[in-house]
């Protein structure tokens, strides 16, 4: 539980160790105030801090690396504002301290969504049913109150194809426009000299009428409303030509809605015939393509609008009564994805795995292709301190038909029960050729023919 307080908290953000959201004291939506908190180093949270004091509307947090942006308008005005500030080192204590905001953008009408990432800010005002997308670079120092953001519209706009900001990873943009028909656009090196020409997003050369989307560097999640509820699916988009490469349904989503991504890891709000809200995750296996849902939260409070930054995630929560703001750390694999080693050496291969908040990590590996682990020796040891050791001896043989090149699966359970899973591939290189079988004659084998000789010369 990172959120503290008796009050509904709403809308987390979340970058690394911190996470923004938003706070109602009263109950009030006029109330909306900005919270900091987050994960804590050694395990724990952080103690959470208003991130700055104000009479205004506070909403729409968005937190990347230590820079904060929000959104902020007084009560009976259309007016919004977007502030930020450049978080200070955090206390002893791992708060962070209140931050000194500075106006980056002042609009006469609602900003929403916005997406930060790299230094660089996008948002969408609307005019009436009408949206744009504006941007900028922020430019500051860390502590500092102030930087410049000087905003311009991202896409050359035209009146009659309006677009939607749907979600930006720092280098790319999603949209959803209408014209002519509703589907996915992407955008990339945002923020560049010029604007940027957007593409639909095309499945074997037809665009992908889709009405959500999130997008991690060439990995797009993507969201289909349909009368029986939304399916999700996912894609490696070309970011130049905007093919969506090996597209593949999400199986078992039943009604999914706001997806998120980061790295191969997939999360999403269920919302399941006759139950309340749920938290789901998928990490797509990067062998095969296949994305298995796991069910975070259960079902007696509703959950929703869960948040992802690599394996740490956040989302809302009631089951305390008031929404609150809960996280978890996902059980996580770091290693090569290919080795080289020399047959019959044996190899001590050091990685990073670790249970997350679910304890210690139990790991097993499976072949994928080529030599099996039992062929090579193959086994995984812990060290403790989130290091594990993979060992393994190639024979010093020359390979049989299953070759010199291994593929293997490591999958990690943690003790709550979730799995993570990581592909390494090795190549044993230095295996000499095996000679061919002797050309020469054997004793018998020239007696025979001398045998033969004499007799053709005695016949003449």
């Known amino acids: 539980r990172l959120s503290r307080d008796n009050v509904d908290e709403r809308y987390p953000s979340i970058s690394g160790r911190r996470v923004a959201w938003q706070v109602f004291p009263d109950g009030s939506l006029d109330s909306s105030r900005i919270r900091l908190g987050g994960f804590a180093r050694h395990r724990g949270v952080r103690r959470p801090t208003m991130l700055s004091a104000s009479e205004a509307t506070q909403t729409n947090p968005t937190v990347s690396g230590h820079r904060v942006v929000w959104l902020e308008s007084m009560t009976g005005q259309p007016a919004t504002r977007l502030h930020g500030c450049i978080l200070q080192r955090a206390h002893r204590d791992g708060s962070d301290p209140a931050c000194k905001a500075s106006l980056l953008f002042e609009g006469v009408t609602r900003l929403d969504p916005i997406r930060m990432a790299l230094h660089r800010i996008l948002w969408s005002p609307r005019i009436g049913i009408q949206f744009s997308v504006l941007g900028c670079r922020w430019f500051g120092e860390r502590g500092r109150r102030g930087g410049s953001c000087v905003p311009r519209p991202i896409?050359?706009?035209r009146l009659d194809t309006p677009r939607r900001l749907l979600d930006f990873d720092g280098r790319t943009a999603v949209f959803v426009t209408n014209q002519p028909d509703r589907h996915l656009e992407i955008c990339s090196s945002v923020l560049a000299?010029?604007?940027?020409?957007?593409?639909?997003?095309?499945?074997?050369?037809?665009?992908?009428?889709?009405?959500?989307?999130?997008?991690?560097?060439?990995?797009?999640?993507?969201?289909?409303?349909?009368?029986?509820?939304?399916?999700?699916?996912?894609?490696?988009?070309?970011?130049?030509?905007?093919?969506?490469?090996?597209?593949?349904l999400i199986e078992g989503v039943e009604n999914g809605s706001y997806p998120d991504v980061s790295g191969r890891r997939v999360i999403w709000t269920e919302f399941s015939y006759g139950e309340r809200s749920s938290i789901w995750?998928?990490?797509?296996?990067?062998?095969?393509?296949?994305?298995?849902?796991?069910?975070?939260?259960?079902?007696?409070?509703?959950?929703?609008?869960?948040?992802?930054?690599?394996?740490?995630?956040?989302?809302?929560?009631?089951?305390?009564?008031?929404?609150?703001?809960?996280?978890?750390?996902?059980?996580?694999?770091?290693?090569?994805?290919?080795?080289?080693?020399?047959?019959?050496?044996?190899?001590?291969?050091?990685?990073?795995?670790?249970?997350?908040?679910?304890?210690?990590?139990?790991?097993?590996?499976?072949?994928?292709?080529?030599?099996?682990?039992?062929?090579?020796?193959?086994?995984?040891?812990?060290l403790g301190s989130r290091r594990a050791v993979l060992m393994f001896q190639p024979p010093s043989t020359p390979p049989g038909n299953e070759g010199s090149t291994a593929t293997?699966?490591?999958?990690?359970?943690?003790?709550?029960?979730?799995?993570?899973?990581?592909?390494?591939?090795?190549?044993?290189?230095g295996y000499r050729r095996r000679k061919a079988p002797s050309k020469r004659k054997t004793s018998d084998e020239r007696f025979i023919r001398d045998a033969v000789g004499r007799h053709d010369r005695s016949s003449e």
């Open 155 to 157: 896409v050359a706009e």
């Open 281 to 382: 995750l998928c990490e797509i296996d990067d062998v095969n393509g296949r994305c298995d849902p796991m069910r975070l939260t259960g079902s007696h409070a509703p959950a929703s609008r869960a948040r992802i930054d690599r394996h740490r995630i956040v989302w809302e929560d009631e089951r305390f009564g008031p929404s609150q703001i809960l996280g978890l750390q996902l059980p996580s694999i770091r290693i090569a994805r290919r080795l080289r080693t020399k047959p019959g050496k044996r190899t001590n291969h050091l990685f990073w795995a670790t249970g997350g908040s679910g304890g210690r990590l139990t790991m097993t590996i499976e072949a994928v292709s080529g030599p099996t682990p039992e062929m090579w020796n193959a086994r995984i040891r812990s």
């Open 193 to 248: 000299p010029g604007s940027c020409d957007p593409r639909p997003v095309l499945v074997q050369g037809f665009p992908l009428r889709a009405d959500g989307a999130a997008i991690d560097r060439d990995l797009l999640v993507f969201e289909i409303i349909r009368p029986d509820g939304s399916i999700l699916g996912h894609c490696r988009v070309d970011r130049a030509t905007g093919v969506c490469q090996d597209p593949r």
């Open 408 to 429: 293997w699966r490591i999958r990690g359970t943690a003790a709550n029960g979730l799995q993570t899973e990581r592909s390494i591939t090795i190549d044993a290189v």
